[in-house]
Structures are given as C-alpha cells and as structure tokens.
C-alpha cells in the first residue's frame, strides 16, 4: 500500500510560479509511475503530467506543456511538479497518483494510488 501526500499548494498571481511536491510512503517509490492531476469545481479530472520509473521519460498534457515540469527524486521518494507562467485557468486541487505499467498515462482510471490533493488558485 502506497500513501501519498500533496504539498505546496496556495495562491498566487497569475504569470507566476509555484512548486508541488508528492511524497511517498508504503512501497517502493521507484517502481511506479507517477502521475499529476487536476480537477476544477464542476469538471472532469484532468491529465497534467507523468514521469516514468526513473525519470527519463515524461509526458505532459496539451494545456500545461511548456509551462509545468515534472521531476522526481527517487532517493527522497517524492515527485515534483513546477509550475510556470501559471493561468487563472491552472486553478484547481492538485493530485498526484501512482501506478505500475506507464502507457497509458492520461487516464485517471490507470491510477491506482492517489493523495487527497493540494489546493492551487491563480488570480487574475
């Protein structure tokens, strides 16, 4: 059993920047794929990010690539995401999620361990 807590959250103006961090407990970190979502009030939950076993491969979706980065130190059993030139649109609680095979990554239902999310509101 994987456990799996969110930090970093808050607000902040929009063109600016913020931090995540995911860290894990419970397993082995550096076997599972680990994945970043979001969800806004009264929407689906939405693909950000995900990064493979070791880091080498990554995969972003079409609305944050060139602006969030993720990373992940496997000695530290955390995973990163930053976040750049952030948009009122980014607002949303933040989840990261952990899960074996990496293909497919867009896919919530793929995830099979999550944390309880972090808050991010971006002001206009």
């Known amino acids: 059993q994987v456990q799996l807590v969110e930090s970093g959250g808050g607000l902040v103006q929009a063109g600016g920047s913020l931090r995540l961090s995911c860290a894990a407990s419970?397993?082995?970190?550096?076997?599972?794929?680990m994945g970043w979502f979001r969800q806004a009030p009264g929407k689906e939950r939405e693909f950000v990010a995900a990064?493979?076993?070791?880091?080498?491969?990554?995969y972003y979706g079409d609305s944050v690539k060139g602006r969030f980065t993720i990373s992940r130190d496997n000695a530290k059993n955390t995973v990163y995401l930053q976040m750049n030139s952030l948009k009122p649109e980014d607002t949303a609680i933040y989840y990261c999620?952990?899960?074996?095979?990496?293909?497919?990554?867009?896919?919530?239902?793929?995830?099979?361990?999550w944390g309880l999310g972090t808050q991010v509101t971006v002001s206009s």
């Open positions: 419970g397993g082995t970190f550096s076997s599972y794929v």
């Open positions: 990064i493979s076993w070791k880091g080498v491969n990554t």
């Open positions: 999620a952990a899960k074996t095979l990496f293909w497919p990554v867009i896919s919530p239902n793929e995830y099979r361990y």
